[in-house]
């Protein structure tokens, strides 16, 4: 059952983005401060922020996942484990944008070029250079995000004090400082997403300077506005 939203969908999602950047500092103070009341409100933070447009539509079955999933992040609370759920989170995430990046190569529309229509409108992708450009940028995206995907999931594993083998008593077949670890799981893999967003669209404005460029700004509102019909194609992106 829905009713009407408390806000216009676009600026939910607009919210929604905005309460991001609280979930990787939050989760930098639990891995400082080790108290895991912090890897708590990151990971409550984080869903919210996914499910906001669908709290504020008042929808009851979101409304249930939202609270299910606190007793559940609760539960692992009570019991020790929320640092650990919070670590693998980031895996998970970039796990799933490779696999969402990648399954678009494989057809007509790879997922960069749905980000231009939303974006700047099917004409853009007719001007020189542009369709394949936006194919190799999802290659690009598949390929960094499969990377770190891996990366951050030998650092979970191998850790050689907080990694999984050596909470269960296992030798890690490749032992990684914890410090490093700590570091790259809680920090340098987000910085590295946001280096790689900033310096691609960098080299776009170099790479086809012949055209003009929306700023950064107006980019990231547009996909934030846009963003529900990046999930499905042409079908619901207008021209």
């Known amino acids: 059952m829905t009713s009407s939203s408390l806000l216009p969908e676009p600026a939910a999602r607009c919210y929604g983005l905005l309460l991001l950047p609280t979930y990787p500092l939050l989760a930098i103070a639990g891995a400082v401060t080790q108290r895991q009341v912090f890897a708590l ?18 929808r009851a ?12 992040l609760l539960l692992t609370w009570r019991y020790g484990f929320a640092e650990l ?7 998970l995430i970039n796990a799933l944008l490779a696999y969402w990046f990648g399954r678009t190569l494989a057809t007509a529309e ?13 004409e853009r992708l007719r001007q020189p250079g542009v369709a394949a450009y936006a194919r190799q940028v999802t290659w690009f995206w598949t390929v960094l995000l499969g990377a770190q995907a891996l990366l951050l999931t030998v650092l979970l594993l191998c850790a050689d004090q907080s990694g999984l083998l050596a909470r269960v008593g296992v030798a890690s077949p ?32 170099w790479r086809l300077r012949h055209l003009p460029h929306p700023g950064l700004h107006d980019m990231l509102l547009q996909l934030a506005l846009h963003w529900p019909q990046l999930l499905h194609g042409k079908r619901a992106v207008a021209p």
């Open 41 to 58: 409100l990151a990971l409550a933070v984080l869903l919210t922020a996914l499910l906001l447009p669908q709290l504020l539509a008042r």
């Open 61 to 72: 079955s979101s409304w249930l996942l939202w609270s299910g999933v606190l007793a559940g």
């Open 85 to 91: 759920l919070l670590e693998a989170v980031p895996v």
């Open 110 to 122: 790879p997922l960069v070029q749905r980000f231009i229509v939303a974006i700047e409108g099917a």
């Open 174 to 205: 490749l032992p990684v400082p914890e410090r490093w670890a700590a570091t790259w799981l809680h920090l340098g893999g987000y910085l590295l997403l946001g280096a790689a967003f900033l310096l691609e669209y960098l080299y776009r404005r």
